[in-house]
């Protein structure tokens, strides 16, 4: 079992930034891949970027150029640094895991565990 723990959410103005963290506990197994997720109300949750256990990572196209996922392996934290936000990035932010495989994916049904997520509201 794996238990995932986001912060770092807030609110911000239209072109500001946010790093969001995430820190994974409960499992010795270091084979985890992990994901940020994202869900506006009344929107189905989207894949913005995941990263494997060799740093490979998969970006959304809207979060590429602005967003950035890295990881602290020693840590168990994952990170979301997101730059000129803007008011869509608005959502519930969340960090999910999931056993690596070959492939990466966005898509939440491949995903296990889920955090509960953090809060990003950006104004105009």
């Known amino acids: 079992q794996v238990q995932l723990m986001e912060s770092g959410g807030g609110s911000v103005q239209s072109g500001g930034s946010l790093r969001l963290s995430c820190a994974a506990s409960?499992?010795?197994?270091?084979?985890?891949?992990m994901a940020w997720f994202r869900q506006a109300p009344g929107k189905e949750r989207e894949g913005v970027a995941n990263i494997d256990t060799l740093d490979s990572k998969l970006l959304a196209d809207f979060a590429k150029g602005r967003f950035t996922i890295s990881q602290d392996h020693a840590n168990n934290t994952v990170y979301l640094k997101m730059n000129s936000l803007k008011p869509e990035d608005t959502a519930m932010y969340l960090c999910?895991?999931?056993?690596?495989?070959?492939?990466?994916?966005?898509?939440?049904?491949?995903?296990?565990?889920w955090g509960q997520g953090t809060h990003v509201t950006v104004s105009s």
């Open positions: 409960g499992s010795s197994d270091s084979g985890f891949c």
């Open positions: 999910a895991a999931r056993p690596c495989r070959v492939y990466s994916t966005l898509v939440p049904t491949d995903y296990h565990y």
